[in-house]
């Protein structure tokens, strides 16, 4: 696995820099990359990674000065082609994919290009293909329509198809943001062959424990400039993302007694292949933490928390009061709001204004005479929304995609305070979210908590519940096998019984 | 068996539905299963498999051509002028004329799309409309029937005299519609070129970043798509021995149902010649039947229009959903 930088280098970049409307995205960079070496880029977003990545791929010209060197050999500059040629591959987080072909189709795409038309051999497409996956040791299907196949086999074929144009270098942007604990493992054993027989991975990622689990050495970028090229023998997640951050975060258990009354009870809640015999209280002011892994059923179980589907057996109470819900109106009307996992898709209308976006979830309450959207209204909610969870924008008017994954959480949390919830359900808030975005958003929390709403806060980052909850569950195969306080339980006792 | 089923569940859904059907209406009327019905049902459809294998280019390729049965009207008033011009022409000048001038509108889709990137449903909308209001401007509405003798001549390629004297044939629009068939499939199976085609019709930002050239692919596209239009404007006109300018007009919906049905994706990627042929030959097979049963022929549409839903509507079922695998995360 640690085939660490000799004197055949894959990748020897220095003096990179890159200005974009006289703003330094890159400051005198320098990256290098040892032949079969799995090397991560780490940073947080808007640090730079993307430009440099860009810069190596061709996509941008850096400025002048930068002294590039890709497997021994100099350029002065390079354009997409030549990186190709050059064996750089970069699989990007949609893979590029064609889900309507078959994966031997997809893996041997590169066969098929090429202005003059000529004829196709599918066997010849099968052999590429097979040789491509025995060279990652992985055995798929090879005439399953690609749609068909979960996205951790879609990342295979990704990759197998970055080896068959020769690749000796493979980028991987954030390679296991959607993938299950045991695929993500999955993947990491591929990354590993592919390292044994000398192909270099850059990997981006945001989770750091896998970062220093799979990679020799970790480069470090933080507005623009390398803070350092670190071996990750020996280094910490929290040393590391103080390292991203530029500061450090308290990683203090903030756990307490919360002393209000109970206002969510839930009692052998069950729905068919989904969750079975949940039961739990949630008081209010109380930050109840529920982990567990990709597939456990915790969405499953917020969904019918927030009315989206109908539980088979068991009951829940609000404030003493049985709660029937027809759909996720009536959950939205006994004050239940619910901050989806998938913000991009589900949490916010990307292309519709902060202002929109923020108001949405309350368009009865903003009307005014004849009952008419009033400007007036709106304009005093966005506002007072904004303020009140620091959301950085520019207008209240601006796409809210104009935002950094972390203020978008923001609006999103606005969207939902707006309707003045008692029970908060969040699931996974910090997906996709720098790490000095997400302490933000935990003291936004940690705030709300303390103004007396109940929260539930579901997340597959075991640290994040052990911090920033009162209580933690632990949630699997659609049970909740158990109950920790942070207090007194470990952190790495609760990861070891969640990842197991 | 298997893996055919596999590779194509929609054209086995929809040979197997066709098959139904014929054996329902042979039973229940006696004309349905005879050779004279079978032949004629081939000559009549002809012209619609040949646009609708190349509609199926375009919606693989992501787009969609509003068009192109106008585009056939326009090429056969070209046709007829410039078989004049040149003092008659044969079968070779005809197919190379129909097909140079459908491929020439089409490729007016293609630039129109690239070059000022709209999307092709708004393009040939508006082009469906210019190419329609020119030729009733210029033609005023009038019928041509002084087509040279060698185009508007019934080329029978196989006759047979059944016991009860009647004849069937198969005429040459039939023949071609086969050449056509095998052309597409040829283009878009075996060809690098039709594998980008469903590459980018499937991904166009992964095309794109493959380096498969944008352009080119709408051009063969909708380039294919008129010289087909233009081919079958031929072969109508073969059959009905005159140019009407609004013969066509309304047709484009018809072909792009029953490709819908052969089970082409609107959204590109997806989309065989077999499913074509099949899609049109389930259209007519119904039309046939109702008629043969005696149905009023005002019903038609409404139950071609009732059998596409359901088609559409199962064909996004899939029955492995109702067995086992519950709600997954």
Redesign the interface.
Known sequence: MTAVATAADALRFSGIAKIFGGVKALDDVSFTVGAGEVHCLAGENGCGKSTLIKIITGVYQPEPGARMEIFGQDYTQISPTQARKAGIAVIWQDLALFAEMTVAENIAFETMLGNRPRGVSYARLRSVAVAALARLDVDLDLDARLGTLPIAQRQIVAIARALVSDARLIFMDEPTASLTQSETDALLSVVRTLSARGVAVVFVSHRLAEVLDISSRVTVLRDGKVVGVFPTEGMTQSHLTELMTGTSFAHDVMARDPSGPDVLRVEGLTRAGEYDDISFTLREGEVLGLTGLIGAGRTELCHTLFGMTRADRGRITLNGQHLHFRSNRDAVAQGIAYVSEDRLALGLIQLQSIADNTVLSVLRQITGAGGLLSAQKKEATVSHWISELSVKIGKPADAVSTLSGGNQQRVVLAKWLATAPKVLLLDCPTVGVDVGARAGIFRIVRALAEKGLAILLVSDEVPEVYMNADRVLHMAAGRIIAEWDPRQTGLSEMEAAVYA | MH?FL??YPTESKLLAVLLILCAGLSAASPDFLTLVNFTSLLNNNAVNVIWAVGLLVVLIAGGIDISFAVAASVVQYLCVYAFAAIGGGNWAIGFLFAGGFGLALGLINAFLIHQFRIISIVVTISTFNAFFGLLMFFSSGRFLYNLPSWWSQRVILWEYQTANGTWAEVILPVAVMAVCMAATWVLI????????L??F???P???R?????IG?MQAIAFGWCGMMAGIAGLMQSHITKEVVPNALVGRELEVLAAVVLGGA?LGG??GSVLGCFLGVLLVAVTQNGLNLLGVSPYAFKMVVGIIILLAISTSNLDPAKWFGK????
């Open positions: 893996s596999r590779a199976r075996r060809t690098t070129t039709g594998r980008q469903y590459a019709g499937d991904n930002e992964g095309a970043r493959a380096g498969i050239p080119l994706r990627g997806r519950g709600g997954k995360a």
